[in-house]
Structures are given as structure tokens and as C-alpha cells.
């Protein structure tokens, strides 16, 4: 017996000091997510006329960075800001028009929108056809804060709790924070990064001048569109070294195990910007090709991951409700993916909302489970 302790003894401290090792660089072609030490033979991808960085640095020949995206920074901050203030809804009366006014920043700097100045806004740069469909619905998020002291029922607006987090729900069972958010990072998010900044109109632009380096511009028209979509992406420089806990950076994490996400991102975001440098446009428009689909699959896997977890807690009303609500803004993100790319057509995301029913209380484990089909089936 003393023989046999020994021998599992040293084999536990053996798998104890072995790690694993392999590429741990998300931007190499070799990574290996599972490695826990780096190797030091991370391979790349090898680009004619230009390299790819690490991370999302990028430096003109005199050392000036040409990356900048403030207004993408700031429409994220002030989405933050509205976050907060649609969550006081369970505890507290919310305006809608404070609301709206965020959403539209009116009157620009110094009004008291948000606790930072910025002449941007998130409405007009929101899909425009949807504009008064999220308007709407902040207008019916502060109906439903009027019943904050109440629980929510079906028919009842009202609030309820799930551990420590506490939910504002409609009268028909519609957590309207969670709505607008997720709904908001597509109409807007990602709207703007695949459908405008990638768009023809704004790739085919200058790409030899820098815009005005005496103002610090030193980055290419071309250039500084891309940045803008990364912006819109909301991540770090570093990242997935860094995740954020919010909007599609956070999610593109989630699901990172089962789609390989972080890296596909992240390393095209990179390739794209620098084929931009060095001029060499096919590789650029097939990295915005692979982000575009992938930034589709995020939010179709996200949103499943949601039906999924609404399934399971079938029996506890506020995380099932929590949990619809949040599959539903990002089912509704997929009619926002480019044309050229695209899975679902507008119809059939259309469609596939409208089986979510007029009242999520309604919603039985059969029509759930069809939903989830049905997403399935596609993705």
C-alpha cells in the first residue's frame, strides 16, 4: 500500500507541474485556448505589404497613433448611462422623457443628459425605421415603473426578485431595460460598424492623406472608418486579454467556447486595419467578409443561450421572463446583419419574433422549445 501511495503521489505531483503548453497569442494562426504556458512558437499570419500587430495599436512611419474612435466611445458611455437609469425603473417612477432626451442627447453639451459633454447622440445614429419603435418602448418601460411597488404578475406590472437582482417587468411580462439594450446594440452597434463603416461608400475613400495631423489627425479617411467600427465593437486594445463587462465584446466572450469567437474578431479587426495600411484591399474586404458573419453568429448563439436558460428555469418566473426578454433584443439584432451576409432575412427574424406571442407570460416550454428550433434550424 505504501508502494502504491507513492507512485500516485509522484504521478499528482507530476500532473500538478505539467501544464500545458502551445501558442497562448489569440492573434496567432496556431493558438491554442487551451495552452496555459506559452511555448514561444506562436506562428502568423504571413501578409504581403504590410504586418499585422498584437493588438490594436497602429503608429504612422513618424510614431504618431492614427487610431481614434472618441465618438464611438462616447455613444457606449452614454448607452451605459441610460442602462442605469432604465434599471431605477425597479425601485423608482422613470421619465420617458428624460429617456428620449438621452437617447437624443438634445441640446447637445452641458444639459444634463449625462454626467460627461458630447455633442453625439445614439437616435441618429440608430436604424432609422426602428427610431420610434425604441422610443415606444422607453415610453412603456415608465408606464410599467408606476407599479414598481407592485409584483409582477401576468396582466400586472410590477417588479420581482431572482437572488439579488430585482426586475421591472410590464404587464405582459416584458423586462423593457433589457429590450432596449440588447435591441439598441444591434440597431445601433452593429448597424453602424457592418452596414455603414464597412459599406462601399465609406471604404472607398482617401487612404493616402492623413485627415489633419495639426489636429492630431494623422490617421487616413479610410483608416479612421474602420477604427470607428472596431469602436463599435467596444472592446480594448488588448483584447481578449481584457473582456468588457458590457455590450458585444462581453458577449462575443460568452460564447467564445463554443464559436472561437474572440479570436476571429480580434485577429480580423487586426488584418483588416492593417491591409488598409499597406493598400492591400482584398484582404480587407475579406476580413470584413469573416466579421460580419461572425458578428451575426455572436448574437444568434448569445440568443439562444438565453432560450436555453429560460427552458431551464421554466419554474422561476423572474429569471425565465429576465431571460426571454434578453433572447428577444438579441434575436431582434440579427435583421441588422448585412445583406451580403446575412442567415436570416428581415421576414424570418420577423417571423421568429412574433413567436414569441403578445404576452411572454403565455410563453409554455412546447413554444419555447419551437423558438429555439427554429433558431436552430438556421444557425
Not at 512611419?61 to 487610431?67: C, D, K, Q, R
Request: charged share 20%.
Amino acid at each position: 500500500m505504501k508502494t502504491q501511495y507513492i507512485i500516485l503521489l509522484a504521478g499528482a505531483l507530476t500532473m500538478v507541474s505539467c501544464k500545458r503548453e502551445g501558442c497562448t497569442d489569440p492573434t496567432a494562426t496556431n493558438y491554442d485556448k487551451k495552452a496555459k504556458k506559452d511555448d514561444g512558437n506562436c506562428q502568423y499570419e504571413q501578409s504581403a505589404g504590410y504586418t499585422i500587430p498584437s493588438s490594436y495599436v497602429f503608429k504612422d512611419a513618424s510614431g504618431n497613433l492614427t487610431v481614434d474612435h472618441q465618438g464611438q466611445t462616447d455613444r457606449l458611455n452614454q448607452l451605459r448611462e441610460m442602462i442605469e437609469m432604465m434599471e431605477q425603473g425597479s425601485g423608482q417612477l422613470v421619465s420617458s422623457v428624460a429617456l428620449k432626451d438621452m437617447f437624443a442627447n438634445v441640446n447637445g453639451d452641458g444639459n444634463g443628459n449625462f454626467s460627461f459633454a458630447s455633442t453625439k447622440q445614439l437616435k441618429d445614429k440608430c436604424f432609422e425605421l426602428d427610431q420610434q419603435f425604441f422610443e415606444d418602448m422607453m415610453d412603456s418601460l415608465a408606464v410599467s415603473s408606476a407599479s414598481f411597488a407592485s409584483q409582477a404578475a401576468s396582466g400586472q406590472a410590477g417588479v420581482l426578485q431572482n437572488g439579488t437582482s430585482t426586475y421591472l417587468f410590464s404587464s405582459n411580462g416584458i423586462q423593457y431595460s433589457e429590450v432596449i439594450e440588447k435591441g439598441l446594440m444591434g440597431a445601433i452597434f452593429m448597424n453602424q460598424a457592418l452596414n455603414t463603416y464597412f459599406s462601399a461608400d465609406k471604404m472607398n475613400v482617401d487612404n493616402t492623406l492623413a485627415v489633419d495631423p495639426a489636429a492630431g489627425k494623422h490617421y487616413t479617411a479610410m483608416e479612421h472608418h474602420w477604427d470607428e467600427a472596431f469602436g463599435y465593437f467596444g472592446v480594448s486594445t488588448d483584447f481578449p486579454d481584457s473582456v468588457p463587462g458590457d455590450f458585444w465584446g462581453k458577449y462575443c466572450n460568452s460564447v467564445n467556447p463554443i464559436l472561437g469567437s474572440n479570436q476571429l474578431m480580434i485577429s480580423q479587426f487586426l488584418k483588416g486595419r492593417a491591409a488598409i495600411s499597406g493598400k492591400v484591399y482584398t484582404d480587407r474586404d475579406a476580413a470584413i467578409s469573416k466579421i460580419r458573419m461572425m458578428w451575426e453568429k455572436i448574437a444568434a448563439q448569445v440568443a439562444m443561450k438565453y432560450l436555453d436558460e429560460a427552458y431551464s428555469n421554466f419554474a422561476n418566473p423572474a429569471a425565465r421572463l429576465h431571460e426571454l426578454s434578453e433572447a428577444y433584443g438579441f434575436i431582434m439584432c440579427l435583421k441588422y446583419a448585412p445583406l451580403e451576409t446575412r442567415v436570416m432575412s428581415a421576414s424570418e427574424v420577423s417571423n421568429l419574433l412574433d413567436e414569441f406571442g403578445s404576452n411572454f407570460w403565455d410563453l409554455s416550454l412546447s413554444q419555447i422549445q419551437q423558438i429555439k428550433t427554429a433558431l436552430d434550424a438556421k444557425y
